[in-house]
T-cell receptor
Framework: ETGVTQTPRHLVMGMTNKKSLKCEQH?????MYWYKQSAKKPLELMFV???????ENNSVPSRFSPECPNSSHLFLHLHTLQPEDSALYLC?????????????FGPGTRLLVL | GDSVTQMEGPVTLSEEAFLTINCTYT??????LFWYVQYPGEGLQLLLK?????DKGSNKGFEATYRKETTSFHLEKGSVQVSDSAVYFC?????????????FGSGTQLTVLP
C-alpha cells in the first residue's frame, strides 16, 4: 500500500469525450504531481502542485487541465484528446518539493484514446 | 538540459546471477540521484537514493554509488531473485532557480528466470 490511490485504473475514451482522472494521497503530503508514461519513453513530468498551488507546467497541451482542490486530492481533466495521448498516467506525492524528498507513486491510470 | 541515460533492456538473467544496470547523467549542478522500481501493474516505488557524491544507497540487496567523476549511478545486486523482475528507472532531481524536477531515464526491463 503506497498511500496514493488513483481512479479509474483503466479508461477508454473517444476523442470527443470529457473525462477526469482522480488521485488521492493519504500520507499528509503537501506536493502532488502528474506524470505521463508512454511506451519506450522516459516518464514525463506534466504538472506539480505545492500547497495547492501549481508550480510547474511542462508545456502540456491545454486539452489536459489539472485541478488541486486541497493537498490530498489532485485531478486531471481530459477533453478532445488525441490517440497519441494514450499512456499510463501516474500521480505522485511528496512531503515537499525539495530534492531530498521521496516521491510516492500511485498505480496509475491506463488511458486508451480511440 | 538535465538528462539520464540508462542501458537499454530487456535484461534477462538466471536466478542468483549478478546484476548491473548502468545509469549516467548530465546535469549542470549537483543533483540527487534515485533508483525507482515498477513491478507489473503497479506504480513506481523508490528503491534507493543518494544525495551527494560518494554516497552509497542500498536497499533489498541492491546498491548504487553516486560517482561524480564519471557522472554515474549504476545499480548492482549480487544475486537476483525471480521476484526482482520489474522495470528499473534511474532518476535525478535538481533544483535550478525556481525549477524543481525529477527527471527519469527510459527504464530497463529486468526478467529473472528460475
Amino acid at each position: 500500500e503506497t498511500g496514493v490511490t488513483q481512479t479509474p485504473r483503466h479508461l477508454v475514451m473517444g476523442m470527443t469525450n470529457k473525462k477526469s482522472l482522480k488521485c488521492e494521497q493519504h500520507l499528509g503530503h503537501n506536493a502532488m504531481y502528474w506524470y505521463k508514461q508512454s511506451a519506450k519513453k522516459p516518464l514525463e513530468l506534466m504538472f506539480v502542485y505545492n500547497f495547492k498551488e501549481q508550480t510547474e507546467n511542462n508545456s502540456v497541451p491545454s486539452r489536459f487541465s489539472p485541478e488541486c482542490p486541497n493537498s490530498s486530492h489532485l485531478f486531471l481533466h481530459l477533453h478532445t484528446l488525441q490517440p497519441e495521448d494514450s499512456a499510463l498516467y501516474l500521480c505522485a506525492s511528496s512531503k515537499g518539493s525539495d530534492s531530498r524528498e521521496t516521491q510516492y507513486f500511485g498505480p496509475g491510470t491506463r488511458l486508451l484514446v480511440l | 538540459g538535465d538528462s539520464v541515460t540508462q542501458m537499454e533492456g530487456p535484461v534477462t538473467l538466471s536466478e542468483e546471477a549478478f546484476l548491473t544496470i548502468n545509469c549516467t547523467y548530465t546535469a549542470t549542478g549537483y543533483p540527487s540521484l534515485f533508483w525507482y522500481v515498477q513491478y507489473p501493474g503497479e506504480g513506481l516505488q523508490l528503491l534507493l537514493k543518494a544525495t551527494k557524491a560518494d554516497d552509497k544507497g542500498s536497499n533489498k540487496g541492491f546498491e548504487a554509488t553516486y560517482r561524480k567523476e564519471t557522472t554515474s549511478f549504476h545499480l548492482e545486486k549480487g544475486s537476483v531473485q525471480v521476484s526482482d523482475s520489474a522495470v528499473y528507472f534511474c532518476a535525478l532531481f535538481l533544483v535550478s532557480g525556481s525549477a524543481r524536477q525529477l527527471t527519469f531515464g527510459s527504464g530497463t526491463q529486468l526478467t529473472v528466470l528460475p
